[in-house]
């Protein structure tokens, strides 16, 4: 590891209102090196990539590029300094031809117009030199995603990169499809072209990364050789101890369960083609159940396909000992489903309407056009919930895209709450919220199980699923892989689980 | 490879190829005692539908980049009535209202390019107002109709241009065939562009934009500049094509080319470019043109239709078209949808 | 904290200010140029005045602004068949009455019989919008595109390309007035429409459901609301509208005219819902503003035609409006000017 350093990043904070998503985070790069960049989902992970691509400006910091101080303004400027990013979503134009993708913009011309045999040519070249098997002339929307990534790979290298981002390019691939990535990935790395790896995919880092840095909450926690950082460690420095938190709510109290009791939900052998494999789901009165996995495990289209926000494709669900079919949420919400999704800008809040139209929105839907709330039991019930559950708002009035994101969060669990659901599908609903909202969210889920109500948890933070579930199962890959109940439920034994257990048995 | 790549373009232009055909030939034989068979009643196609084949081209071009131009037809008024006026009532010259022409039409591309793609609002919404703004400006120039019996405009307009082929009629006397010179500028317009769609990198830049304007962005093209100059040249054209449509009616007045832009419309949507960007080409919008030409022709020989009919079957073509489009594309979607589900 | 002293802040932000200014400006303009704008006299036992003059004339365009409103909510896009579907249903209406001749004194169907086809037939216009907008994802501008072309083609195959007359007292109720009320009829017409919409909405949860889908229709699924449906319905009722809109316009005239019944009106409708600060990207609306609007535009429509503006040239004036309009409320505008404040406020604190 002799290779000279290409890129350091140094003390780079960001902050946006309301949350700090970078604070003086360090980063190094080697020529030649693959290095992953891992943490959880608000990490910090897309933003430090953002201020490196000019997408962001940086608040403090700085940048230095092959020993120079450099300012990186736009993306265009980062291509320019030899900085080029590989999406998850492919940026390409699907309608093109691959050729035409690898050169748009930058055509090889003659007499002044297009030489579409030059273009042929030079791709069929590059395509080659990378080991890509594609006809040049094929469309870019018939190639197979892995393709598309190593297309928009291709296109970077020849443009002169220096250094690739990857932001999560192997999500949507198979295992075949990320060996032909990989196998392109390290021939750039004998080209010496420096890597910035991001993923969730634990197996994939351990297979192709050197180095590894973590990032928690906007800060670093380290940067570790690969080989010298035991899988089950990098877990725990990913998911962390939260130790403020820790301290309000020790040991509280959980659910009684009575296993005998009529399940709320038993789900069986449910499926979604190409995202879960058929898992099988029982969850009781008063029951808290944890669904645990990496990002992009296969956690939320679980819960989706139960509350039929994606239709499963195959398996049967029982609610509360019936068979049901739920062909969309309104059938589940009738069932006495609620779901918190995961998104909440994109799919949960109605960012125009007041916080007392979103609290109310649900129960109106559930009872349907004709039966519209008087004005004053609508405001009986959004003050309720602004009340119970803290919600900090000028007033009910308000439009809900004018408060802080915990508050957000408040209104749309309020808005489930007053449904008075019997299960409640709960998506990562402390993600990106300060700590003393998060507190009171765990400790609503608790009171909510000791009420009898039936809830699946899901979370990136191990703690706050121990402390408040009874019970986690565990995902990898889309696939259920272990549950884990009473004495099991240490972070150690989940961590474990998560990090794979067939690796963990070859570790020992 | 090969036969895939025939894909989506290639699927939708052969459809209309293939519909064209199928309308003239049956037209030719149903109505072959009316006429339809003779070769003049083919390049009248090309006659009577010169100006729109200039005006589609340039929609086209707005409509590759996902955009859309609803004030074609107005501006056509607007054009030959300018015309007219500056010609009859001025005294101007045919060339002065020719520049006059293409100097409105590109106004109108400057001004709407600039809103929809500088400012980010709505092209329909903005060439909405431009259709109403130049229809009311045309009332403005001239409430009354206008004849243009200026020497050199007539003489541009009637120029024959005899092609060396003809037919012998049932007395054995031999006609020609004849185009006048719009259609050479039509048939230019065409070639040029389709040229500059294949061989330049704005023309291919408004395809990268249509099929992914936030990845064109990435890749570092200029997307806001060439929508811009997308809708300048679709201005350019509209003044261009709405000088040979003049040429084609000799008149202006308020009413003129109405429901043009849905003509212009269908035309580049039938031809295979699809509503939503990324897809199409001016050689399948002729082709569109020339439905839309054969669908009055064949309507107009059967005598006993309204000639309302022109643009309600248009209009049912144009739905049948844009179900077909939103049926591929959704098929399309699905068979990426699965892999990126 | 007693009472809150009077803010021209709040003032100028509440919705219905700009809407008001613009109505004001108008009427003000108009009272400076003719003194009597105001004056109302009775004249053959019916009220006569300016100001009645556009009450009365605005009433289609208030029921089609109703319409559009909500389909601008639901979808972000506008309706752009409404003059057209208006043509259609008086075309239908009149020809049921007339039983296909071009101009008849007694009536060949019930009048409500007819009435109540046209409707139903600008109801089918909407089903047709609403398919292609909520199912088939087509920009409602580009689906609505259909019948603003076809619309009047149908409407012209419908009469046979004539203009057909009722001759019949009793048909031009509906656009005169009844019996020996002095007030126009159309005026009664709109203002139950309007009371229709206004108790539709009171009691039922259509305007939640409308704003909800149109603000964030991923959101409002997961909560349980159909959104195609809830879009669909927007453009139905739209059409619905728009054909009772159509029936008063012909029976002003007592005719079907194909060609000129409802013509520029969809951009009246949309200056109307844009003036009554609807954003025209949809989400929550405001249909007061859109009454308000409605009026406005009507009362410049006047204005203008007091100035000899004629009836062809008005619509420059128009796009000129709403262009501004747009302007305004576009995002990227918003920003300049809010940068360039900012810029100012920089230089100015430097020195």
């Excluded at chain 3, 009362?299 to 619509?315: F, G, I, N, R, W």
Aim: hydrophobic share 50%.
């Amino acid at each position: 590891m002799s290779q000279p350093v290409i890129l350091t990043m140094k003390q780079i904070s960001k902050a946006f209102p309301g949350v700090q998503a970078l604070n003086q985070v360090d980063f190094s790069l080697r020529q030649g090196e693959i290095h992953a960049l891992m943490g959880e989902n608000g990490a910090g992970k897309s933003t430090l990539i953002k201020v490196l691509t000019g997408v962001y400006g940086l608040d403090q910091g700085q940048v230095w590029l092959d020993g120079k101080l450099v300012q990186i303004r736009s993306p265009k400027d980062a291509q320019a300094q030899g900085i080029s990013t590989v999406y998850q979503e492919v940026n390409l134009c699907p309608n093109l031809t691959v050729a035409e993708n690898l050169f748009l913009g930058r055509q090889p011309m003659k007499h002044g117009r297009i030489d579409w045999q030059e273009t042929a040519r030079q791709a069929g070249v590059l395509l080659q030199k990378l080991n890509i098997e594609v006809s040049p002339s094929a469309m870019l929307d018939e190639c197979s995603l892995a393709l598309q990534q190593m297309i928009a790979i291709a296109r970077a290298v020849d443009m002169n990169c220096k250094i690739l981002i990857l932001d999560e390019p192997t999500s949507s691939l198979d295992d075949e499809e990320v060996a032909r990535l990989f196998t392109l990935m390290r021939q750039l790395r004998q080209a010496g072209v420096g890597m910035i790896f991001v993923t969730h995919f634990l197996e994939q880092v351990y297979e192709i990364s050197d180095r590894i840095t973590v990032l928690r909450n906007g800060e670093r926690v380290g940067e570790y050789e690969t080989a010298a950082l035991p899988r089950l460690q990098l877990v725990a420095k990913m998911m962390g101890k939260d130790f403020n938190d820790l301290a309000v709510i020790q040991a509280a109290p959980k659910g009684q369960v009575d296993p005998g009791s009529v399940p709320v939900i038993e789900a069986k052998g449910i499926a979604h083609s190409g995202t879960i494999k058929p898992f099988d789901l029982t969850i009781h009165k008063g029951e808290v159940v944890g669904l645990s996995g990496l990002l992009g495990s296969g956690r939320s289209e679980t819960v989706r396909a139960i509350y039929g926000a994606d239709r499963a494709d195959q398996g049967s669900l029982k609610v509360n000992g019936r068979p049901a079919r739920i062909t969309q949420p309104l059938d589940a919400m009738k069932l006495g489903m609620a779901y918190l999704p995961e998104d909440r800008k994109k799919e949960g809040i109605i960012p125009e309407l007041s916080v007392r139209e979103n609290i109310i929105l649900a129960l109106q839907a559930k009872r349907g056009l004709f039966h519209l709330m008087s004005r004053k039991e609508m405001a009986e019930a959004a003050d309720r919930y602004i009340d119970l559950l803290q919600i900090k708002t000028p007033s009910r009035e308000t439009p809900v895209r004018s408060l802080s994101g915990g508050n957000q969060q408040k209104v749309i669990i309020g808005r489930w709450l007053l449904t008075n659901p019997d299960y409640l599908i709960l998506d990562e609903p402390t993600r990106g919220i300060d700590i003393g909202t998060k507190t009171e969210i765990q400790k609503l889920v608790l009171e909510l199980a000791g009420q009898g109500k039936a809830i699946t948890f899901i979370s990136s933070e191990i703690e706050e699923m121990l402390r408040t579930c009874s019970r986690i199962a565990v995902l990898i890959d889309g696939a259920m892989v272990g549950e884990l109940t009473g004495a099991q439920l240490t972070q150690a034994q989940v961590m474990q689980t998560i990090a794979g257990g067939k690796t963990v048995q070859e570790d020992k | 490879m090969k036969s895939k790549k025939l894909s989506r373009s290639g699927l939708l232009l052969t459809i209309t190829v293939g519909l064209f055909l199928l309308m003239y030939i049956s037209g030719m034989l149903i109505f072959s005692d009316k006429g339809f068979a003779k070769p003049q009643m083919f390049l009248n196609l090309f006659i009577s539908n010169a100006g729109l084949i200039v005006i589609s081209c340039g929609l086209t071009l707005v409509m590759i980049t996902g955009g859309i131009d609803i004030s074609v037809g107005s501006v056509t008024a607007l054009v030959c009535t300018v015309s007219a006026f500056m010609m009859e009532n001025m005294g101007l010259s045919a060339v002065t209202a020719l520049i006059a022409s293409l100097i409105i039409g590109l106004l109108f591309g400057l001004v709407q390019g600039y809103l929809v793609s500088y400012l980010e609002i709505q092209p329909f919404i903005i060439t909405l107002a431009g259709m109403f703004f130049a229809r009311g400006m045309t009332a403005v120039v001239s409430t009354e109709m206008i004849s243009i019996k200026n020497e050199l405009f007539l003489k541009w307009a009637k120029a024959k241009i005899v092609l060396p082929f003809g037919y012998t009629n049932n007395k054995g006397v031999y006609i020609e065939s004849y185009i006048y010179p719009t259609v050479i500028v039509a048939l230019l317009t065409v070639v040029l562009v389709a040229l500059m769609l294949k061989y330049t990198r704005f023309g291919r830049s408004l395809y990268a934009i249509g099929g992914n304007a936030q990845s064109a962005v990435m890749m570092g093209l200029n997307v806001r500049r060439d929508k811009f100059r997308a809708y300048v040249l679709d201005g350019f054209l509209t003044g261009l094509g709405g000088f040979l449509f003049c040429l084609n009616s000799c008149a202006g007045f308020v009413e003129q080319a109405k429901g043009l832009e849905m003509d212009a419309i269908s035309a580049a949507v039938i031809g295979g470019t699809l509503l939503t960007g990324g897809v199409g080409g001016v050689v399948g919008t002729l082709f569109g043109v020339l439905i839309k030409g054969t669908i009055a022709s064949l309507i107009t020989t059967q005598g006993t239709l309204s000639s309302w009919w022109v643009r309600i079957a248009l209009s049912a073509l144009l739905c049948f078209f844009i179900v077909l489009q939103a049926v591929i594309g959704s098929v399309s979607a699905k068979k990426h949808g699965a892999r990126l589900a | 904290m007693k009472q809150k002293s009077f803010s021209w802040q709040r003032l100028v932000h509440a919705r219905l200010f700009m809407p008001l200014v613009c109505l004001a400006v108008v009427l003000l303009a108009n009272v400076i140029r003719t003194p009597d704008f105001f004056k109302i006299s009775i004249n053959n036992g019916v009220l006569y005045g300016y100001l009645i003059d556009i009450i009365n004339r605005s009433s289609e365009l208030v029921i089609l602004a109703v319409g559009m409103t909500l389909a601008t909510a639901a979808s972000g896009g506008q309706d752009i068949s409404v003059g057209a579907v208006m043509a259609v249903s008086a075309a239908i209406c009149c020809q049921l009455l007339s039983g296909g001749e071009v101009s008849v004194t007694s009536l060949a169907a019930p009048i409500v019989l007819a009435a109540l086809a046209g409707v139903l037939a600008a109801g089918l216009c909407g089903a047709f919008n609403g398919f292609l907008v909520a199912k088939l994802h087509i920009q409602p501008m580009v689906a609505t595109l259909i019948l603003y072309t076809a619309g009047r083609g149908i409407a012209q195959l419908v009469t046979r390309g004539q203009i057909t007359y009722v001759r019949v007292d009793a048909y031009k109720v509906l656009g005169g007035y009844i019996g020996s009320c002095p007030i126009p009829t159309p005026v009664f017409v709109a203002l139950i429409v309007v009371i229709i919409m206004a108790v539709i909405l009171k009691k039922t949860a259509l305007g939640l459901y409308l704003e909800s889908v149109g603000n964030n229709g991923k959101a409002s699924r997961l909560v349980g609301l159909n959104s195609a449906l809830i879009c669909f319905m927007a453009y139905v009722i739209c059409s619905i509208l728009a054909g009772i809109a159509g029936l008063v316009a012909s029976s002003r005239i007592y005719s079907a005219d194909a060609n000129n019944i409802g013509l520029n009106l969809e951009m009246d409708a949309i200056l109307a819902v844009a003036l009554g600060g609807n954003n025209l990207g949809g989400g929550s609306f405001n249909l007061t503003g859109s009454i308000i609007g409605a009026y406005t535009i009507q009362a410049l429509t006047t204005t203008l035609y007091a100035m000899k503006v004629s009836a062809d040239q008005l619509p420059v004036y128009k796009a000129i409006v709403i262009v501004i309009i747009v302007i305004l409320q576009s995002p990227v505008f918003r920003s300049l000017i809010a940068g360039m404040k900012r810029k100012r406020a920089v230089t100015v604190d430097e020195k």
